[in-house]
């Protein structure tokens, strides 16, 4: 498995082009699974590539059905429902012939020009964003994985050695494919899929706490490359635990997230 400067690598296959995980895609669960952030950023491109440019991505729900290994991956999308000024697109993520991953995404028309209220704009992140290139992040040796590492962290309150809410602007180092910048949505939803792992209120060591869906709410595409993720988790005896985010850029909300949660004794 390589390690380039990206988190997947084109490769040619008899049946087309499939997608090379390199290292930096691992996840925290099994050093042999991804992290589903950048699959799910894999699995956006093919969304917005079969959407079009003129109704951006309002909606994206995922749907995980297993663990995504560190595999060649193939994505393929189709128009379900057309439209002009709402549209449907499904895509699906597949390994040796299996699909591990469905996505949906609902291509929404924006609001005109001379709409005369912007609620958006007035709520502010919880803390303006780094000037700077933040510390590698303070990672214990039981959350430590490539993709982890590939992204700079600087926390606002919380951590992933603190159990509970949190709030931290990210950003990736590299990007999804060499010599291709990742789209603000892309970016959107690689960040999205740490909401669980930042906002931990159990111990990782004793608990599995694993998203089988994701669904993010889109209000507009982030400006710049740091994102704020601003999360916090609720579970406890005898039901499904669920993690909730706000993201921001510097300007105010771009997106809400949400993530139904499998907790388990490991």
């Known amino acids: 498995m390589a390690d380039a400067d990206a988190y997947f690598e084109q490769v040619g296959t008899p049946d087309g082009t499939a997608y090379r995980p390199t290292g930096h895609t691992q996840g925290p669960w099994n050093p042999e699974f991804q992290h589903f952030g950048p699959p799910g950023a894999l699995l956006t491109r093919e969304l917005e590539r079969c959407a079009g440019d003129d109704l951006p991505l309002a909606r994206i729900s995922f749907d995980i059905l297993g663990p995504v290994p560190l595999r060649p991956l193939t994505v393929r999308a189709e128009v379900e429902r057309p439209g002009r000024r709402v549209r449907l697109v499904r895509a699906e993520l597949l390994t040796e012939g299996r699909v591990v991953a469905l996505a949906a995404g609902w291509g929404v028309q924006p609001a005109p020009e001379d709409v005369p209220i912007d609620t958006g704009s007035a709520q502010k992140p919880p ?11 303070e990672v214990p040796d039981h959350w430590r994985c490539g993709f982890l590492e590939s992204v700079e962290w600087s926390f606002v309150h919380g951590g992933y050695e603190t159990l509970g809410p949190a709030a931290v602007w990210l950003r990736p180092r590299i990007p999804l494919l060499p010599d291709e910048p990742m789209s603000p949505t892309q970016r959107t939803v690689l960040c999205a899929d740490s909401a669980n792992g930042v906002s931990a209120v159990l111990d990782i060591r004793q608990y599995g706490f694993v998203p089988p869906e994701l669904t993010l709410h889109l209000l ?8 704020c993720l601003d999360a916090d ?30 907790v388990h004794r490991r």
Not at 127 to 137: D, L, N, V, Y
Not at 244 to 259: I, K, N
């Open 127 to 137: 803390s303006p964003r780094p000037q700077a290139p933040g510390a590698p992040p």
């Open 220 to 227: 507009r595409p982030p400006a710049g490359e740091w994102l």
């Open 233 to 262: 988790t609720e579970l406890g005896p005898g039901h499904a635990g669920l993690t909730c985010a706000m993201l921001h850029d510097e300007h105010g909300p771009v997106a809400r997230s949400a993530q139904s949660l499998l």
